[in-house]
């Protein structure tokens, strides 16, 4: 899932950085106070041309590793091999065609040092 997230914070960091912030300000009811920034978040993964190709040339690993988790709602782990081909779709699309992807933030930058 570290892919996914990783994707999610490169494209929408900032919507992620609000929510965050949102949850750890309002920690006994972060549900209702920081909803209308949850769904900021759904709407940029969403529409982002980056995330769109991935779901796009990974829909059958995606829909397999989702078929799993139904299937094994309460052991998600055994589905670990369909999340582990989906992921592995994620990093081997070509984005070519998307565009350049923004930079890291200095903060993500350090993060990896």
């Known amino acids: 899932m570290q892919v996914a997230m990783d994707i999610t914070a490169r494209f929408c960091g900032k919507e992620m950085q609000d929510y965050g912030a949102c949850v750890a300000r309002n920690p006994s009811s972060w549900q209702e106070q920081c909803q209308h920034m949850k769904l900021k978040v759904a709407q940029c ?41 989906f992921l592995a779709c994620a990093e081997a699309v070509d984005l070519s065609s998307v565009g350049r992807p923004p930079p890291l933030s200095p903060y993500r930058i350090v993060r990896y040092l």
Do not use: N, W, Y
């Open 45 to 85: 993964t969403s529409s982002h041309p980056v995330i769109q190709k991935i779901r796009s040339d990974c829909a059958g690993q995606f829909a397999e590793f989702e078929r799993c988790l139904q299937d094994h709602q309460s052991s998600a782990a055994s589905c670990s091999a369909h999340m582990s081909r």
